[in-house]
């Protein structure tokens, strides 16, 4: 069979556009405080550095990386993190980024998780939402885009840990 050929969905100029959006109501709501901008890696370190670059407010950078449980392409929704934050999160203004919320599990695990280590405030940023595929009810306080359920690649989203240099956002619809 023919290899996948990746399409536009978002170009890297319309990205840069809604990245600097966000990264300007975050400036505003943030105002007058520190933020700690919590990534999950792998995929949300593209987007995490175009967004931090256009914050007005200091903030200061750690990550998280997920491993999830599953029986072959289902998850089960329990998550276990396979690198922990090195910063405490107690008093914290803290941000996680994330590049795609899909059915939610990844999230609603992770907030649960870091709530319990009483930060000042815990807020949800994430890149890219697909809200069709939700599993369990999670909310994003910030969504770069709402996009419909197609499997998509580029600005550090992967298939099969391929496309993440990608600078657009493409759809990649023959992999499901
Ligand atoms: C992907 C994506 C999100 C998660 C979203 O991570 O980066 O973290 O799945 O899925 P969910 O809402 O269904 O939980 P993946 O485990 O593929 O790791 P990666 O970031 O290294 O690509
Ligand atoms: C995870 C993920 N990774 C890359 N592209 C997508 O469309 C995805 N949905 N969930």
């Keep these: 069979m023919a290899e ?6 978002f170009t ?3 990205i840069r556009r809604r990245v600097d959006e966000l990264a300007g109501q975050i400036s505003r709501d943030y105002a007058g405080k520190e933020l700690l901008v919590v990534g999950i890696l792998n995929g949300a370190f593209v987007f995490m ?3 931090i670059r256009g914050l007005n407010v200091p ?3 750690d990550f998280v990386r ?3 449980y599953g029986c072959g392409s289902v998850s089960s929704g329990e998550v276990r993190i396979t690198k922990d934050l090195e910063t405490s999160l107690a008093g914290r203004e803290v941000l996680i980024v994330e590049d795609i919320v899909d059915t939610g599990l990844t999230l609603s695990r992770l907030v649960g998780v870091l709530r319990e280590r009483r930060p000042a405030s ?3 940023c994430a890149f890219l939402d697909k809200q069709e595929r939700r599993r369990v009810p999670f909310t994003a306080d910030y969504v770069g885009f709402s996009i419909p359920d197609r499997f998509v690649v580029g600005y550090g989203l992967d298939y099969d840990e391929q496309y993440r240099f990608l600078p657009d956002v493409c759809v990649l619809d023959q992999v499901r």
């Design 66 to 68: 997920l491993a999830s």
């Design 12 to 14: 890297r100029e319309a």
């Design 59 to 61: 903030c200061r950078v």
């Design 122 to 124: 815990l807020k949800v």
């Design 49 to 51: 550095a175009d967004l």
């Design 4 to 9: 996948a050929q990746p399409n536009i969905l």
